[in-house]
């Protein structure tokens, strides 16, 4: 079973300042996707970025980006000048290339300060 | 694009009753949607997954008999709450999966927040 470890339960951070979430994940497959999703207090989950595992780049939407190293099995998210619409919670998730069904880790809740 | 809605976004209802959430994909039709419950301060877990035109797969420890799921087009899923109890509290989200084979992507509603009294 694939496992998805996010180790930060809580995060600070000033506005205009970058922060790096961390993400681990546990598999046997070769080709997956990763994910990182906001959940700001609205509740609606909205998707941030996404990473194909067979792709070496790292993915990179505006201010947000992601460090994938796949030996290492880890893919933190990079918030680059922090703005107060960035708190929320963040989930990081795994997906199997077959299956398309969606593991979630624990979130990260972060906190951007004025 | 790639709109996901639910109704009702909140409901209230009584110990033994039934409750029926709708998830629509508005924009795109989908194959296979999925059902989520997170409790508060808790991630999302999964409780089925539902393919049009066919029987929702289960994940281990949830009761198909309790949580009815119904995906009777390509843009609607139901997911029913039978016999409500105060445990079945929770926030439940589904997702509608959206792109090429391979290409997918899961895109959420805005969840439904239950309360049983």
């Known amino acids: 079973a694939q496992t998805v470890t996010q180790s930060q339960p809580e995060m600070s951070v000033q506005e205009a300042e970058t922060v790096t979430l961390s993400c681990t994940y546990d598999?046997?497959?070769?080709?997956?996707?990763l994910f990182w999703y906001k959940q700001p207090p609205s509740r609606q989950m909205i998707l941030v970025i996404r990473?194909?595992?067979?792709?070496?780049q790292n993915a990179t939407e505006n201010r947000f980006s992601v460090n994938f190293q796949k030996a290492a099995k880890s893919f933190s998210l990079k918030i680059s000048d922090s703005q107060l619409g960035d708190t929320a919670m963040y989930f990081c998730a795994f997906m199997k290339l077959r299956d398309n069904d969606m593991r979630f880790g624990a979130g990260t809740r972060l906190t951007v300060k004025p | 694009g790639a709109v996901v809605s639910q109704h009702p976004s909140w409901v209230i209802c009584k110990s033994g009753t039934s409750v029926k959430i709708e998830c629509r994909s508005l924009?795109?039709?989908?194959?296979?949607m999925f059902w989520y419950r997170q409790f508060p301060k808790q991630s999302l877990m999964l409780m089925a997954t539902s393919n049009e035109g066919s029987k929702a797969t289960y994940e281990q420890g949830v009761e198909k008999d309790k949580f009815l799921i119904n995906h009777a087009s390509l843009t609607l899923s139901t997911l029913t709450v039978t016999s409500a109890h105060p445990e079945d509290s929770s926030f439940y989200i589904c997702s509608a999966s959206q792109g090429p084979p391979g290409l997918e992507t899961q895109y959420f509603g805005p969840g439904t927040r239950l309360l049983v009294l």
């Open positions: 990473q194909e595992a067979y792709k070496q």
């Open positions: 598999t046997s497959e070769s080709n997956y996707y």
């Open positions: 924009d795109f039709q989908a194959t296979t």
